[in-house]
T-cell receptor, first 113, second 114 residues
């Protein structure tokens, strides 16, 4: 497809488990961003990639969160030892380059039981 | 602390009227400004962006920027029921610490009454 693709669309897991969320950006977009949106809260920045490098990881809430990007394309956000407060919609966005408008995927709704 | 403030609403307007959505921001280093529309249960959809002071028009939408007042607005002309959604204001620095990430307001919920 032409847009940002995220998988899975929904993920339910038990507290303490690890989860991996995937993002496939728009073809040719060099910049990729992860955000999360909790119920009733605004969108919160997590991490930014330019190519395969992450010059800004300032939004990652704890060391349980990590992300990587390979081939300048697909990115994976990993949450280890999930906690209930990790429940949120995780959104990925991409842009042609760092100062261009960002386009969002449909998100992954993560629920921690 | 970078902040983006929006009135949470709901803002109710009759069909065919002009809806005016406002946003203020605290970071004077902000250089790019965006409006996203978010339907309930869906992801944000980019509808407008503006980089320079003044007005920018695209169809029924007009974005207005006043950097001196740190104020951005979105006007929706001839509002339709399909415009009913939450509108998110976002700002971006393009240099220095925290560059490139979008800082979002919490959104204004717009309801267009038929």
């Amino acid at each position: 497809g032409a847009g940002v693709s995220q998988s899975p669309s929904n993920k339910v897991t038990e507290k303490g488990k690890d989860v991996e969320l995937r993002c496939d950006p728009i073809s040719g977009h060099t910049a990729l961003y992860w955000y999360r949106q909790s119920l009733g809260q605004g969108l919160e920045f997590l991490i930014y990639f330019q190519g395969n490098s992450a010059p800004d990881k300032s939004g990652l809430p704890s060391d349980r969160f990590s992300a990587e990007r390979t081939g300048g394309s697909v990115s994976t956000l990993t949450i280890q030892r999930t906690q209930q407060e990790d429940s949120a919609v995780y959104l990925c966005a991409s842009s042609l380059t760092y100062n261009q408008p960002q386009h969002f995927g449909d998100g992954t709704r993560l629920s921690i039981l | 602390q970078k902040e983006v403030e929006q009135n949470s609403g709901p803002l109710s307007v009759p069909e065919g009227a002009i809806a005016s959505l406002n946003c203020t921001y605290s970071d004077r280093g902000s250089q790019s400004f965006f409006w996203y529309r978010q339907y309930s249960g869906k992801s944000p959809e980019l509808i407008m962006f503006i980089y320079s002071n003044g007005d920018k028009e695209d169809g029924r939408f007009t974005a207005q920027l006043n950097k001196a007042s740190q104020y951005v607005s979105l006007l929706i002309r001839d509002s339709q029921p399909s415009d009913s959604a939450t509108y998110l204001c976002a700002v971006q620095r393009n240099s220095g610490a925290g560059s490139y990430q979008l800082t979002f307001g919490k959104g204004t919920k717009l309801s267009v009454i038929p």
